[in-house]
């Protein structure tokens, strides 16, 4: 086991005009790690994200991703054939609203596969293979490979990306509210999963979300962030049962209890 | 006899930023050591800051000043400043930790809830699993129960499930948070069985126990919080 | 000068014409790379092949020889206006002979007469971009060229097989040039694609609505796209033409009465007549009976 970390951030900032996006942000993400950002909307959370996984440029700062071969590379000064490469192999993203990481026309199968296909598997046999053993990872019927996504339920589409984006072994995954927009109980299932997911394939992984519940159970560290700033990190539980900044107190006092 | 676990000068306050910033101070000048093989407890009445203690020695509460040494690995590390990816490796080879309450997952099974903490240190699943299983029948959890997810169990069921995964593996530091506060006679003494054969194996053990014969039975000392009161100091 | 006065010679300006020659020599240069070009209002509806015709009247000299097919055949609308309307404005001498047209203009077929060196193909094309149907985004799918992904190609392809358990695309059935580019080799039966493949005539593609001009020079590799267990196959017809008995070439169907009667036949006209001239009989060809008496003797 290596004890470098995946991924070094160092004073990130994101301004729109005079707006602050997000300003000098800064951590480390090991192997196998999950991050969870939290924040209400406009915290610059999804900024963040977005920064990281390179859909969008940042105004300053750096990150530096260590590359399958162990070469470091920062990723604002690859090409972007390059980045567009990390992002289907190496790296997965999953979307809020799965009709924005999913092909809504095309069957299921051909979702998972997608990604093989663009790395040069040629083989359709092999190909519906493995997107039949990443349904039935993420529960999906076997039977419901040939339908397009359209025909599935929100729980079961946020499923089937998850699978298109975890086909070819990523190391890194970045998701955005991964489970905001459904219902309680299809949301605890879809956690569950993710946290076994996250847990057998070693992956790391940067999870926004606004929902501490989430948080807690995926990760095991946390980001609390506010008008485009860190203001408090740490262990999970530890941000969570312990908060020291007034606005994680705040976030931490408003979860209802159940 | 080695010392896995040394603590100074710790102190604890909470800021109460939505309450005008007000400071509860919690414990000061907590300063003590627990050997292996020794079971030590923590004494004083309620609200001293037994809890707090112990979640900062876990590093689940952050602690304001001192030290908290602890024989992780081949070296020493001092966790009140470690960072959280050292804090993590910790817990998962060094700090065991038995809470008052389990934290309940959805959909994982109790006999799963058991092996995860071995599976974490790289147990092979199935042999994880028969040391749960063997621990399960030991606390008097029907099996029955094995193949559910502990949310729906009573307290004491989630109290022995919870018991099991603390004890399941062979941490060389043992926290426990009043473990056994829901239990009945037969499996109160079952835990003191348990804690015997850690202590048996030069675990170093610290705990909170307000029921009385448990703590006669398993205490090595009891180590006075009321010293460490820090309210009258500070406030 | 006399028959074309109120034109320019081939319709088209010069500047046009240097704009449009421009675009096919970097279309030649790059092989199945999509060129823009500033596509001109032509008398003709889109659809009807206005990028086809400009890229000819670029192209045509007063001594080619044309020859213009819809589907194969030169004797429908489309293919009888082109030709009308290039003697009209060019002056140029107009054939249905594959091996003697300098130029073919076509819509939808390769001749079954093999090309040779020198000769000009120019396709109509209606939707130069193969990924289009996945993509919606111009800006997509040219930045997906540029970097080769073309993994979305092989979606479409996954499709077919997961929906018909083959591959059921049968026309603008998508080939890699020169093995780089993925091009629409134009809504040609994929029956015509091995044909594109090293063939010694240039090929120009030209899109008028799309203002989009492509080519594969004589001599370049053009590979049909498949899976490795499920290999490109053409089509096969289990009959010979009805009229010419010609085998291994691209049928119609040929709808007789409104009983259900058809036929199958040459979608390659001049193949059929060049056949029929040269003695072959199909079992419906009108003397047919009198074909069989002649032919069967000697078998």
């Not at chain 2, 400043?81 to 309450?101: D, N």
């Not at chain 2, 003191?192 to 054969?197: R, T």
């Not at chain 3, 096919?24 to 003709?44: D, H, N, T």
């Not at chain 3, 809504?187 to 005539?201: E, I, W």
Request: hydrophobic content about 40%; proline content about 6%.
């Amino acid at each position: 086991m290596t004890d470098e970390p995946l991924l070094r951030v160092s004073a990130l900032s994101k301004f729109y005009g005079s707006r602050v996006g997000c300003e000098t942000v800064s951590f480390d993400l090991w192997p196998g790690e999950v991050l969870a950002v939290v924040g209400e909307s406009g915290s610059g959370k999804t900024t963040l994200l977005n920064c990281l996984s390179t859909r969008l440029l940042p105004s300053s700062g750096t990150a530096s991703y260590r590359m399958r071969d162990g070469q470091w590379r920062e990723l604002y000064r690859m090409s972007e054939a390059e980045r567009r490469f990390l992002m289907r192999t190496d790296w997965g993203f999953v979307h809020q609203n799965p009709a924005d990481g999913l092909r809504m026309t095309v069957s299921a199968g051909a979702n998972v596969g997608e990604r093989l296909m663009a790395v040069g598997d040629r083989h359709y046999g092999k190909i519906r293979a493995t997107a039949v053993d990443w349904l039935s990872r993420v529960e999906i019927d076997e039977d419901r490979i040939d339908d397009e996504p359209r025909a599935f339920s929100g729980g079961m589409r946020q499923r089937l990306q998850i699978a298109r984006n975890l086909v070819t072994g990523p190391r890194l995954v970045f998701m955005d509210e991964p489970t905001g927009g459904l219902d309680v109980s299809v949301q605890a299932r879809l956690l569950d999963l993710l946290r076994g997911l996250v847990t057998d394939l070693g992956l790391a992984a940067i999870v926004v979300t606004h929902d501490l519940a989430v948080a807690r159970l995926l990760s095991q560290r946390m980001m609390v962030m506010k008008d485009g700033h860190v203001v408090e990190s740490g262990l999970t539980d530890r941000v969570l049962d312990d908060p020291r900044a007034p606005y994680t107190q705040l976030l931490v006092s408003s979860i209802l209890q159940v | 006899m080695p010392t896995p676990l040394v603590v100074s000068d710790v102190a604890k306050s909470f800021t109460m930023h939505l309450r005008d910033g007000i400071r509860l101070p919690v414990v000061a000048g907590v300063s003590f050591s627990i050997r292996a093989g020794e079971c030590a407890v923590l004494g004083g009445p309620s609200g001293a800051g037994k809890s707090s203690i112990l979640k900062m020695l876990y590093g689940n509460y952050a602690a304001d000043e001192g030290q908290i040494i602890v024989q992780h690995e081949d070296g020493l590390i001092d966790l009140a400043s470690a960072s959280p990816r050292t804090v993590l490796a910790v817990r998962r080879q060094t700090i065991g930790y038995v809470s008052q309450f389990l934290r309940t997952v959805p959909r994982v099974s109790a006999l799963d809830v058991v092996a995860e903490p071995l599976v974490e240190r790289g147990e092979e699943r199935e042999a994880a699993r028969d040391k749960a299983r063997t621990l399960l029948t030991h606390l008097n959890l029907p099996e029955k129960l094995w193949t559910l997810p502990p949310a729906t169990f009573s307290g004491g069921e989630q109290q022995r499930v919870n018991i099991a995964r603390g004890f399941i593996t062979e941490h060389p530091i043992l926290l426990l948070d009043e473990p056994t506060a829901s239990l009945d006679a037969r499996n109160r003494d079952v835990v003191v069985e348990l804690i015997a054969a850690k202590k048996a194996a030069g675990v170093a053990l610290l705990g909170i126990f307000h029921d009385q014969d448990v703590r006669e039975a398993v205490a090595d000392r009891v180590i006075d919080v009321t010293a460490f009161a820090a309210g009258r100091i500070a406030a | 000068m006399t028959d074309i006065a109120t034109y320019n010679f081939a319709y088209l300006d010069e500047q046009t014409k240097r704009m449009i020659r421009r675009a096919i020599l970097k279309g030649i240069a790059i092989p199945g790379y999509q060129v823009p070009f500033a596509s001109r209002e032509m008398p003709m509806p889109y659809g009807w092949g206005t990028g086809g015709v400009q890229v000819t009247a670029s192209i045509i000299g007063p001594d080619d020889v044309l020859k213009v097919i819809d589907q194969g055949a030169d004797d429908t609308t489309n293919a009888v206006s082109i030709r009308a309307f290039f003697k009209k404005v060019a002056n140029v001498a107009v054939t249905t002979d594959t091996a003697s047209a300098t130029i073919i203009q076509t819509r939808h077929r390769i001749p079954e007469h093999p090309l040779n060196a020198g000769q000009i193909l120019v396709y109509q094309v209606p939707i130069p971009e193969p990924l289009r149907f996945l993509e919606p985004r111009e800006t997509e799918t040219r930045k997906m060229h540029a970097l080769e992904e073309y993994g979305l190609m092989h979606v479409k392809l996954y499709e077919d097989i997961a929906r018909h358990g083959r591959i059921a695309t049968t026309y603008a059935y998508p080939v890699k040039v020169e093995g780089r580019y993925v091009m629409d080799p134009s809504p040609t039966p994929k029956f015509d694609n091995p044909k594109m493949h090293r063939s010694p005539a240039l090929q120009l593609f030209g899109a008028g609505r799309e203002k989009r001009i492509y080519a594969v020079p004589p001599f370049t590799d053009v590979v049909s796209l498949d899976f490795e267990d499920h290999p490109f196959e053409v089509q096969t017809f289990d009959q010979p033409c009805a009229l010419c008995a010609a085998e291994n070439v691209y049928l119609d169907e040929v709808i007789l009465d409104d009983r259900g009667g058809h036929m199958f036949v040459c979608s390659d006209t001049d193949h059929c007549e060049k056949r029929r001239e040269e003695g072959h009989r199909g079992h419906l060809a009108p003397d047919a009976q009198l074909a069989l008496e002649r032919t069967e003797p000697a078998e």
